[in-house]
């Protein structure tokens, strides 16, 4: 061969891919130029491919076509190692009987791609021909049903499927009509015989049965995509990772089998055949979401006027065509349009594929061209403008200046709409323009000067907004913290005597108050930081002391009783302030699960003043400084320190401590552990506060809580440390030597001072019910470095809350010497029991500080010794005698422990001085308060309630989510009326900052009021449902259904008074097309269904009577028939009938003709099947087609086709 036919065919051959015929093995070849091979090196080599290819033949192992063979090599150097691999092609020359060896730099990763390809293209060829029905000479074959390939459904999941029918072009269809030769000039003609279509059968995974042209990319080569779930894994050409041996995966799918029907169902006709013919009833293929479009095309296939002025050309003949607009499409969509729609109304196919007209709208909007999911209504507006500008007789838009407002405040009314929409024509003159596009007449009133400016702006959709439901109402249950202001019973007693706190009653917000209710309105979509923004601003707490909680029941006890409403404990949880949209914390409705009658009760928000309110102090106006370890801190740090805790130490058991203000212990507990920091074993205290190192060279804080001599060692000690936050079982034992080893240090030497405070939920119960609760729970907070017993008072003082007022809620008058005693012994008790725990815990501080003795009867100098013990065993003593007189005991219960008999396990409060409450309470335990029955004949308890007082906003805000009589009756079947989503549209409102209405006589921007009504209503009145809410965070979709009228709807009571109207009977409208819409916002799916109206072919349709469905009588013929003849649609009976899918369409739309019920068709892309009148209404519904039920005498004059 010369080097020219040599290098031909090296560049035809066919590149890979080649498979690995033996891992381990190797061939050698002579690779170079002019090599001459003698006999016995051309036996050497051919031993060499025979042991490689095992004795296999050329062909078997890789050659193509018999002339081509390409595999991997690699040169070796003299040393035995790889130079460097290469691709060889090896040609063999038929002729002359040699083989020709060449090197290829194609990489084995390109190679076997390019070689892929190019298989896959040559067999997907090859696929299509034979889906067409012809073989390899271009024959026709008698049929493929029954042959298997891989089919995509309309959820686009590949199976392997069986051809179940065949659909082949006909002689009359393969001469075609102009306009199809027009729309198909880019594809191949089909031949007669020709397989156009083949039928899927997806019924076996929840589909239908489906036609899909033979073009589509759907259908695929028989395991492409997929692996035949019926074969057996040993003999798939599958690896043990599930990978195919080319590195696809492919999923195991189940293989789809044709049924055995002979006969199709009622509506499951051919492809071919329109089963309502002269009704439309094409539907529309998805062509890859486009489900939108699909519904919306529907529905303006069924607006009268426009149809026929589409289908019967009337554009073209009437020259509306405008080419030149800038702001349209050259005329190439309204084109296209017209189109889709004569084929969708020649009664010729039950299925359209909208291709041509789905790339120009793609061409002539960008937003579309992608296979995006978009939204109906935005598509619809998109269309409508794109149509009015396209058969807009305005060549050249003049420019119009707006109406002065000075001749606008001075003339008539009806004048100024007169004018507005003259103004309007000058430039929009269209069939969208007299047909489809109405006036809304804009009052916006300015609430300084009073002036009010009227606007009139054109519409072609009106989007109303769905009432009620764009707020979310909530109760907010205040619960202050108990203070000397608000609890004077017990907190303003001091030492037997009534403080002189002013106790006068406020309206909330008070410091009087222990409750507030608070009614706020806020939007559905905003964040619970917004609502405590609200509330903060009317109650005046500081934002980062509101705690806002929801509240759960729980069923407690047996399962037999856990009906019994006794048997119910209240939990709080916590509201996260960044948490939202507020509508997944509003009530929900019973009906249609959304919050949208107000007359339900609002959503109830616990809300918890912090219970911590902390003394600031600061240090010559800077705070203090606490050193990360005291042995690294210098003097200068030590007297910083010494200085901070002084200013805590005089406040520290002050008078107002525990009832009006809480002394910040931190820097004090710094200071004592440093203080009571052991030298000696012996110097070792009970309930140091330490620093601990645990295994892992953790730091952590806690508290020596058990000292005991060490058994190995005599003169060390054993030290059990409690950590802060755990539970015993974390304990760990140390010796005193890790005090000098430095294991343990001071208190936060290398921890830090937690920022929050102990926070935990105190329930209610009664003693003889110690395992129920009752009542709302309440949080409390604890500073973590105060003792146990300075945990207790805090605890006393806020619970004091519920017995403020017991005798208005007891039912026992004060004339009952006996409670009323009580009562008054309770209130001395904690006031007492407070003083006494605030005054031990500061001599305990002041003790721990070497700052005074401990006792005048002990026998020790101030300064020289502290015993912890000693001074928490008298306040024992003192507390033995107060406890008993308290309304409650104080318990500790474990909430992981749900039996009643775990329960039992409660522990006792204990009133300690040496140990923390952040020491002694972790996030598992609450505080029980258990009610002391008082009187053996009931079980009376001395707990009261607090009354709330009522906001005076919240009365306004519940007057006004009020509603009449009347409008209640709107909420109907689960939903509320179309009329409450007009008023809503219609109403007053006040604009926003950001709308920038400047008042024409102030010449100032204001927040003017806004109220619209119609003026002008137009033919085709289209409204939009605004379901789609959103917010800078969250959005949602609002799913209530509205209850719109199919036929009656009256406008005009949200017309203007001195809007233009010729009769009653044009405010009058009924319904034609629903868009709607299933799913939510991240996806869904578009279905549309149509009140159909009868249209010829040519574009012939009745727009004055016909409304019911009956009285239509046949277009397209020269001749009226009558109602009981058969309906024809301009089609030949006899040339129809031989066909029976034929036959029962021709049978369906003689039935649709002569019954008195109007026909609805759904159209869910291409399925088209009947839908009762009572499914239209549902809660999808986002757009709403009406017509005029008696259209204008104009527009009839201008676009009816007269016979």
Not at 73 to 79: G, H, I, N, S
Not at 100 to 126: H, V
Not at 234 to 243: R, V
Not at 578 to 596: I, K, Y
Request: proline share 4%.
């Amino acid at each position: 061969l010369s080097s020219i036919d040599f290098a031909k065919m090296f560049m035809t051959c066919w590149y890979g891919p080649w498979e690995l015929l033996q891992k381990r093995g190797e061939a050698a070849f002579p690779v170079g130029e002019n090599i001459d091979i003698d006999k016995d090196n051309y036996d050497s080599f051919v031993q060499s491919w025979d042991d490689y290819a095992d004795h296999a033949t050329v062909g078997s192992v890789g050659i193509c076509d018999g002339s081509h063979l390409m595999f991997e090599y690699a040169l070796v150097r003299k040393d035995g190692k790889l130079k460097y691999e290469k691709l060889l092609s090896i040609l063999y020359c038929r002729q002359s009987s040699q083989l020709y060896f060449l090197c290829s730099t194609w990489p084995r990763e390109a190679a076997a791609k390019a070689g892929r390809i190019n298989r896959d293209n040559t067999e997907d060829e090859q696929f299509r021909r034979s889906l067409r029905g012809l073989d390899a000479d271009g024959n026709l074959i008698k049929t493929i049903i029954g042959t298997f390939i891989d089919a995509m459904d309309p959820a686009g999941r590949w199976y392997q499927a069986e051809i179940a029918g065949i659909d082949r072009v006909k002689d009359s269809e393969s001469s075609g009509s102009e306009s199809d030769e027009k729309e198909d000039d880019d594809s191949e003609r089909a031949r007669p015989g020709e397989i156009r279509a083949v039928k899927i059968d997806f019924r076996d995974v929840g589909g239908y049965e489906e036609w899909i042209l033979v073009e589509s990319d759907r259908l695929a080569v028989k395991g492409r995509f997929t692996q035949d779930s019926m074969k057996s894994l040993d003999s798939s050409d599958t690896s043990t990772n599930g990978k195919q041996s080319n590195g696809e995966t492919k999923s195991l799918s189940l293989v789809l089998r044709r049924h055995s029907t002979k006969e199709p169902s009622a509506f499951q006709l051919s492809s071919s055949v329109c089963s309502f013919p002269g009704f439309g009833a094409c539907g529309l293929a998805n062509l890859g979401n486009t489900c939108y479009a699909n519904s919306a095309l529907q529905c303006i296939t069924y607006m009268p006027l426009l149809r026929s002025y589409l289908i019967g050309d009337q554009f073209k003949l009437r020259g509306d065509v405008n080419k030149n607009n800038p702001l349209g499409t050259g005329g190439k969509l309204l084109e296209e349009f017209a189109t889709l729609q004569r084929h969708m109304w020649s009664g010729k196919d039950g299925v359209r594929y909208p291709t041509k007209f789905r790339a120009s709208l793609g061409k002539s909007l960008q937003q579309y061209a992608a296979a995006d999911q978009q939204d109906a209504q935005e598509l619809l507006n998109d269309l409508i403008d794109a149509l009015h500008e396209d058969s807009n007789k305005v060549v050249k838009k003049p420019y119009v200046e707006g109406l002065e407002d000075r001749w606008v405040d001075q003339t008539v009314l009806t004048r100024v709409g007169e004018e507005s929409w003259r103004r309007f024509l000058r430039r929009n003159r269209s069939i969208i323009t007299n047909i489809g596009m109405g006036q809304v007449l804009n009052r916006v009133t300015c609430p300084v000067c009073q002036h009010t400016s009227r606007n009139f702006d054109p519409f072609n959709m009106l989007s109303i907004p769905f009432p009620t439901v764009s707020n979310v109402v909530f109760k907010c249950e205040l619960l202050r913290r108990a203070t000397a202001y608000n609890c004077p019973q017990t907190l303003g007693l001091k030492n037997g005597r009534r403080s002189k706190v002013h106790t006068k009653h406020k309206s909330p917000p008070s410091e009087q108050s222990l409750m507030e209710e608070y009614v706020i309105t806020m939007s559905r979509l905003a964040d619970m930081s917004e609502l405590k923004q609200k509330l903060h601003e009317l109650c005046g707490i500081p934002l980062h002391r509101l705690k806002l909680f929801i509240t759960n029941e729980k069923k407690m006890g047996e399962e037999e009783n856990a009906s019994n409403e006794g048997n119910v404990m209240l939990n709080l949880s916590a509201v996260p302030e960044r948490e939202g949209p507020c509508l997944q914390f509003a009530r929900q409705s019973n009906t249609s699960g959304e919050f949208v009658s107000p007359d339900e009760v609002p959503t109830t928000i616990i809300v918890f003043e912090s219970t911590l309110n902390r003394r600031p102090i600061v240090i010559d106006d800077e705070p203090a400084k606490v050193p990360t370890s005291v042995l690294d801190s210098s003097p200068k740090d030590e007297d910083r320190i010494a200085e901070s805790f002084e200013e805590d130490l005089k406040t520290n058991g002050s008078p107002d401590e525990c009832r009006l203000f809480d002394t910040d212990p931190t820097r004090i507990a710094i200071a004592m552990s440093r203080a009571l920091w052991p030298e000696l074993a012996s110097d070792l205290k009970l309930g140091l506060r330490v620093d601990a190192k645990d295994q892992r060279s953790h730091w952590f804080s806690g508290t020596v809580v058990g000292i005991s001599p060490d058994p190995l060692d005599d003169t060390d000690l054993k030290v059990k440390v409690h950590f802060d936050n755990f539970s015993s079982k974390w304990d760990l034992m140390y010796t005193f030597k890790d005090f000098t080893l430095r294991n343990i240090q001071p208190l936060h030497s290398h921890t830090h001072p937690k920022p929050k405070a102990t926070e935990f939920q105190i329930l209610h119960s009664q003693s003889d019910k110690p395992t129920l609760s009752f009542s709302h729970p309440f949080m409390i907070q604890c500073d973590p470095e105060w003792s146990i017993a300075r945990a207790g008072a805090h605890i006393l003082a806020q619970a004091s809350r519920f017995i403020e007022n017991p005798l208005q809620s007891s039912g026992i008058g004060s004339q009952d010497f006996e409670f009323t005693q009580k009562y008054r012994e309770t209130l001395a008790a904690i006031s007492r029991t407070i003083d006494i725990i605030v005054e031990a815990n500061q001599k305990y501080v002041n003790a721990a500080l070497f700052t005074e003795a401990q006792s005048e009867d002990v026998d020790t100098e101030a300064g020289v010794d502290f015993d912890g013990s000693f001074m928490v065993e008298r306040l024992e003593r003192k507390l033995c005698s107060l406890l008993p007189k308290l309304p409650f005991d104080v318990r500790i219960r474990d909430t992981t422990q749900s039996s009643d008999e775990d329960h039992e396990d409660d522990t006792e409060f204990e009133f300690r001085l040496d140990r923390t409450i952040g020491n002694y309470i972790n996030a598992r335990h609450c505080v029980l308060l258990e009610w002391k029955i008082i009187s053996t004949s009931e079980p009376l308890t001395l707990f009261c309630n607090p009354v709330a007082a009522l906001h005076p906003s919240a009365s306004k805000e519940m007057k006004d989510e009020g509603r009449s009589e009347k409008e209640r009756t709107k909420y109907a079947h689960g939903g509320m009326h179309l009329d409450l989503c007009l008023n809503e549209f219609c109403k007053k409102q006040s604009l926003e900052e950001s709308d920038c209405w400047r008042c024409p006589k102030c010449k100032d921007v204001r927040l003017g009021q806004q109220s619209m009504k119609l003026w002008r209503l137009p033919d085709l009145l289209t409204f939009h449902l605004k379901r789609f809410n959103c917010s800078a965070r969250w959005r949602e979709k609002i799913t209530t259904k509205i209850n719109f009228p199919l036929t009656g709807l009256n406008m005009k009571e949200w017309c203007d008074n001195d809007a233009p109207s010729s009769s009653e009977e044009s405010y009058v409208y009924d319904l034609v097309g629903v868009v709607n819409h299933y799913g939510g916002m991240t996806g869904g799916h578009y279905v549309a269904a149509c009140k159909v109206t009868a249209c010829s072919p040519d574009g012939s349709e009745e727009v004055e009577h016909n409304f019911n469905g009956a009285g239509v009588h046949a277009f397209g013929t020269k001749e009226k028939v009558d109602q009981t003849s058969t309906w024809r649609l301009g089609r030949s009976k006899d040339k129809d009938a031989s066909n029976k899918y034929t036959r029962a369409a021709l049978s369906a739309s003689k039935s649709a003709a002569e019954s008195s019920e109007p026909l609805w068709l759904q159209f869910d892309d291409d399925s088209v099947e009947p839908i009762p009148p009572r499914k239209i209404n549902s809660e999808s519904a986002y757009v709403l087609f009406y017509r005029r039920r008696r259209i204008s005498p104009s527009n009839i004059a201008k676009y009816s086709m007269m016979d």
